[in-house]
């Protein structure tokens, strides 16, 4: 496993996943495909236990909401990722973790049954899982020193240029509830914060959508390096 990990890109992965069904027409059969419009959920909490999900296109984020509303999201997932680790190992209690789709999304679904006979028959769906939770964990360390370290607008700012890098695109995208969800604050506080960012003449702000009119001045607060 280690030798095999070591070889493949992760850009690669999807493509390896696309193989399956042809060298193995039994996984084929057994797989379920999903696919899902922006802000839909992919799986609820309740289908993460029971299900392992294999993300072909798309962006997915896994998102945790608490019990007075409030979201989290604790992860972003490019394709070739590999979810819904609950349907192979039993961590002793329900997930919270919701599934959602960022963009146009196309997932394949097995149930816990199949995930299991297919994971020791193609070691690739284990290494996916692998890397996907490694992932995972790299997010949250860094969100959890980010919110140690550096103050909210700062975050903001890492945020709006890593939206900006993701997408290749000064103009993005998004709500101002999504980036409350993805800090873990209020959409009150987001919009105050870019409006003070809008004063500074930083970023032009529409609908469901930030142009980033000065990524120097961003990056400087974020404490990145703008290239």
């Known amino acids: ?5 070591s070889t493949i890109p992760n850009e690669q992965m999807p493509e390896l996943f696309a193989q399956l069904p042809h060298e193995d027409p039994a996984f084929g059969r057994a797989v379920k495909i999903v696919r899902v419009a922006p802000g839909e959920c992919v799986a609820p909490p309740e289908d993460m236990d029971e299900n392992m999900y294999i993300l072909m296109s798309g962006l997915i984020q896994l998102v945790v909401t608490n019990k007075e509303g409030r979201s989290l999201v604790t992860a972003t997932l490019n394709p070739g990722a ?31 049954e199949q995930a299991a006979t297919f994971t020791d028959r193609h070691p690739i769906l284990g290494l996916g899982m692998l890397r ?77 959508r930030i142009t980033i009119k000065n990524p120097y001045a961003l990056s400087d607060l974020a404490g990145v390096i703008y290239d």
Request: net charge neutral; glycine share 4%.
């Open 82 to 112: 590999v979810f819904g680790e609950n349907a192979l190992i039993d961590l002793g209690e329900s997930t919270r973790i919701c599934a959602q789709a960022v963009e146009p999304s196309t997932v394949w679904q097995l149930t816990a």
């Open 1 to 5: 496993m280690k030798d095999l990990a």
């Open 132 to 208: 996907t939770f490694s992932r995972r964990l790299a997010q949250v360390e860094n969100r959890l020193e980010d919110v140690a370290y550096k103050r909210l607008p700062e975050r903001l700012a890492g945020e709006l240029m890593r939206q900006s890098r993701h997408y290749e695109s000064d103009q993005i995208r998004i709500s101002h509830q999504a980036l409350a969800d993805i800090l873990g604050t209020y959409r009150e506080t987001i919009s105050a914060i870019l409006r003070d960012f809008k004063r500074e003449n930083w970023v032009e702000l529409g609908y469901r």
